[in-house]
């Protein structure tokens, strides 16, 4: 494991400019640049920032006629990943020579995902992680995420991976990102609840990890007027979309910074990955404390078979994953 140094890192709490691709980019970059100048070495965007989270799922009823002009306006702004689409945040990354990881609606083919794109300081896409499971009526507008984009990047101040939303609920995926010696988890989400952060705070505690917590800001107003159906399902500024829950944490569980409620804004807080790893002496979940003579994960990451990647793929035996990590078993 390589040394590691302080850094600088940024929660982006904004709103995206709802369903036009091209605006938030542009209002992406200009984050950037502020996160940034401010110090910034790593950016973090909220949950499917990119061209905006699909609230309208928990308003509609399944296929009539406004979800489906909604989705079909999502479809259209959705980012192809790597590609042309988010070269201005490529392009940013690079010229601030930050790290950023930005929330997306990606097209799959004729399938959307809820995905995170890691970029590096040369504008490369180091990594694409797809939602494993969207919650409730998530699964009207984005396909299932596989093994393949559980991802950890790394960089001079530690390795950063983590999980989008309700995915911090499921202990074995969290496990599989511990497994991958992750030093800074983001945790991007639509989640507005009192219970978020004190998520945020267990995962920081239980992998000895700093996170970054980050949400959207978003009300009735920021939905386009003209979009079919929006007059009848949207209200004004008082119609709360996502108040937001920004935070960042360090790895005993304390609040650096947020939470961030109400309000558009960015957090800033230094983490200290050598810190962090000197804390899993007490307790490292996948480590020491892990217990491998009773329990056991095996995480498949390849490729989901019906992906161009991943031809043949079904032929040949999953690659070894993980270190054995905590797994209840009979």
């Not at 995170?116 to 180091?126: A, D, H, Q, W």
């Not at 030093?183 to 705070?201: E, K, Q």
């Not at 996170?211 to 003209?226: C, H, K, Y």
């Not at 040949?316 to 054995?324: D, G, H, L, N, R």
Request: charged fraction near 20%; proline fraction near 8%; aromatic fraction near 8%.
């Amino acid at each position: 494991m390589r040394s590691v140094r302080t850094a600088t890192v940024a929660a982006v709490q904004a709103t995206p400019v709802f369903l036009d691709r091209t605006a938030t980019l542009e209002r992406c970059v200009r984050l950037i640049e502020e996160a940034t100048a401010a110090g910034a070495e790593l950016v973090v965007f909220p949950e499917a920032f990119v061209p905006g989270y699909p609230d309208w799922v928990w308003r509609t009823r399944p296929w009539d006629t406004v979800s489906t002009s909604f989705y079909r306006r999502l479809f259209d702004q959705a980012v192809e990943v790597p590609g042309p689409m988010i070269q201005p945040v490529a392009d940013a990354a690079r010229a601030a020579g930050a790290f950023v990881v930005l929330g997306v609606n990606e097209r799959g083919g004729s399938t959307l995902y809820n995905s995170l794109v890691y970029l590096g300081p040369t504008g490369e896409v180091l990594g694409v992680h797809r939602k494993l499971m969207p919650t409730g009526g998530e699964r009207l507008v984005w396909g299932s995420g596989d093994g393949s984009g559980l991802v950890a990047v790394d960089t001079p101040f530690g390795r950063v991976g983590g999980l989008i939303c309700w995915e911090n609920y499921m202990p074995l995926a969290r496990a599989a990102v511990y497994a991958d010696d992750v030093d800074i988890f983001v945790a991007p989400t639509w989640d507005n609840s009192d219970g978020w952060v004190p998520t945020l705070r267990h995962i920081a505690r239980e992998g000895r990890v700093h996170v970054i917590g980050t949400n959207s800001f978003l009300r009735g107003s920021d939905v386009p007027a003209d979009e079919h159906g929006a007059q009848d399902l949207y209200g004004g500024d008082d119609d709360w979309m996502s108040r937001g829950n920004a935070s960042i944490v360090s790895p005993d569980g304390d609040l650096l910074a947020g939470p961030l409620v109400g309000e558009a804004g960015i957090l800033y807080a230094t983490v200290d990955a050598a810190a962090a790893r000197a804390g899993r002496q007490q307790f490292d979940p996948v480590g020491h404390y892990a217990r491998p003579d009773v329990f056991r994960l095996t995480v498949d990451r390849r490729a989901a078979p019906f992906s161009q990647d991943a031809v043949g793929a079904a032929e040949t035996p999953a690659p070894p994953s993980v270190p054995p990590v905590p797994l209840p078993t009979a």
